[in-house]
Each structure stands twice: as structure tokens, then as C-alpha cells.
């Protein structure tokens, strides 16, 4: 009976069709899952390179903690940038370049200092830098 196989065969390709379209928004839903566990990877496996550069960002600050960082953006393919917050002293911000860790940092850019708000008496201002742990 040829028509017999024919139909049979049409028929499991219908019922495993139907089966991946139930299991597809899984499927979708793990692919996510796999991404967001890559970038998480490249936090914890091997030399943590991020854990590294926050701790060499924390070491230049100074320790009476006058200085404290709001937001840091670290990118592997372009330079970093943090936006630190300080209490407004004469002249322009400074971190210290003596301190331990500040030999990690290449390419180090002051950009905008503003007030950090109207009533404020802190300022904010943006680092640029490129991050090289040895």
C-alpha cells in the first residue's frame, strides 16, 4: 500500500511542524537566555577584566570620599567613560595619576564638568579612557 506510507510520512511532517511551532516562543526565550549569559561570561570567566577596572577606578579616587562615581559605561571595543561626582573645589577636577592603579589607564579625557544640580554643591564631570590591565 504506497498511498498508505505517502500519508503517513505527511503526517508525522505536519506533527512535527505543529510541535515546533509550540515550542518556538522556548526556543526564542533561551536564545535570550544564551546572550545574556555570554555577555555575563566575559564578567566572571578567566581574568575578570571589568572587576579589575573598577577596582583601579576606585583606587584613584581620593579616600576621604569627596569623589564617587554615578555611572561607568565599559565597552572591550571603544573607550570607557565614568561620570564621577565631586564637591566643588577651585579648578578643574582632578583624579590622582600617583595613585596605585592609574597606570592601567591610557588615553585619559576630561570632558564636560557642570554643576551637579541647582542646589548642589557638587560638580559632574566625564573621564574618557582606554582600560589595559597588564
Not at 555577555?39 to 576621604?64: H, M, N
Request: contains cysteine.
Amino acid at each position: 500500500m504506497p498511498g498508505t506510507t505517502s500519508y503517513s510520512a505527511q503526517q508525522q511532517l505536519e506533527d512535527l511542524k505543529a510541535h515546533l511551532r509550540t515550542v518556538d516562543p522556548d526556543v526564542k526565550a533561551a536564545q535570550v537566555d544564551v546572550t545574556r549569559l555570554k555577555v555575563a561570561q566575559g564578567w566572571t570567566s578567566g581574568k575578570p577584566r571589568y572587576l579589575a577596572c573598577i577596582r583601579d577606578l576606585t583606587a584613584i579616587f581620593p579616600e576621604e570620599g569627596s569623589t564617587y562615581a554615578t555611572t561607568v559605561t565599559l565597552r572591550s571595543t571603544s573607550p570607557a567613560r565614568f561620570r564621577p561626582r565631586s564637591q566643588r573645589t577651585e579648578g578643574a577636577p582632578s583624579v590622582g595619576s600617583d595613585r596605585e592603579g592609574f597606570k592601567h589607564f591610557r588615553n585619559v579625557k576630561l570632558g564636560e564638568v557642570r554643576e551637579a544640580g541647582r542646589n548642589s554643591r557638587e560638580i559632574a564631570f566625564t573621564i574618557s579612557f582606554v582600560y589595559q590591565p597588564e
